[in-house]
């Protein structure tokens, strides 16, 4: 079936610099991919999607980049602070119609103040 | 603001019990999801909705079934539970396709 793999699993940055998770999706007709962030004990919430007619969105330290050609897309956080520190998960769109998100394992952040 | 809510934070049942949890959403919402979360395992989708008694198994739907006989309420049943079904069980909704889906707080189910 369709998947999505997500890198790294693990990811430890100093506070200040930039952090990066990738995500590869193997359906070629997936057209929505959001970003989700879980805090520890909490649900995950959504900070940034993109939609597969741009190739690039930002919004204010988060930024989503997206390569349609390669199928895979990429989270980047500047400026790292301690809250952000978190679980990231990506998803796809399922692009057969069926309305299923396909979420990738997840990346733990931590920020080291 | 959009709520979703789920019946319980934290269950403990017995192996062989039937287990209900419910999840209520306020925003009128055509699309609900149950999946579980596992360390490891990222999110896995159970059953989803995509309208009023209309379900559709997602990629783990053995030994669950789900109900969904209004809008906003959507009940996902453990037959008769058994130990490897303990974990965070996450159930969500979302207006439409490719919108945003809206967690529900999580039910963190132990089975003895």
């Known amino acids: 079936g369709e998947n999505v793999e997500q890198h790294p699993s693990t990811l430890s940055v100093q506070e200040g610099d930039s952090a990066v998770i990738k995500c590869t999706y193997s359906?070629?007709?997936?057209?929505?991919f959001p970003w989700y962030k879980q805090e520890l004990g909490k649900r995950p919430q959504l900070i940034i999607d993109?939609?597969?007619?741009?190739g690039e969105k930002k919004d204010q330290r988060i930024a989503v980049t997206l390569n349609k050609t390669a199928k895979h897309f990429s989270l980047h956080i500047t400026e790292t602070q301690p809250e952000d520190s978190a679980v990231y998960f990506c998803?796809?769109?399922?692009?057969?119609?069926?309305?299923?998100?396909?979420f990738g394992t997840g990346t733990r952040l931590k920020v080291l103040a | 603001d959009v709520k979703v809510t789920q019946s319980s934070r934290y269950l403990v049942k017995r192996t062989g019990e039937k287990v209900f949890l419910e999840c209520v959403q306020d925003m009128d919402h055509e699309n609900m999801f149950w999946y579980r979360q596992d360390p490891g395992l990222g999110l896995r989708l159970i059953y989803f909705?995509?309208?009023?008694?209309?379900?559709e198994k997602g990629d783990i739907p053995e030994g669950y079934s789900v109900s969904r006989e209004k809008k906003e309420r959507f009940s996902l049943i453990l037959e008769s539970a058994s130990t490897n079904q303990t974990s965070m069980y996450l159930c969500?909704?979302?207006?439409?396709?490719?919108?945003?889906?809206?967690f529900g707080p999580g039910t963190r189910l132990l089975v003895l």
């Open positions: 359906d070629s007709a997936s057209n929505y």
């Open positions: 993109i939609r597969s007619n741009v």
């Open positions: 998803a796809a769109s399922d692009g057969s119609g069926t309305y299923k998100y396909i």
């Open positions: 909705s995509y309208d009023v008694k209309m379900k």
């Open positions: 969500a909704s979302r207006p439409t396709v490719q919108e945003t889906q809206y």
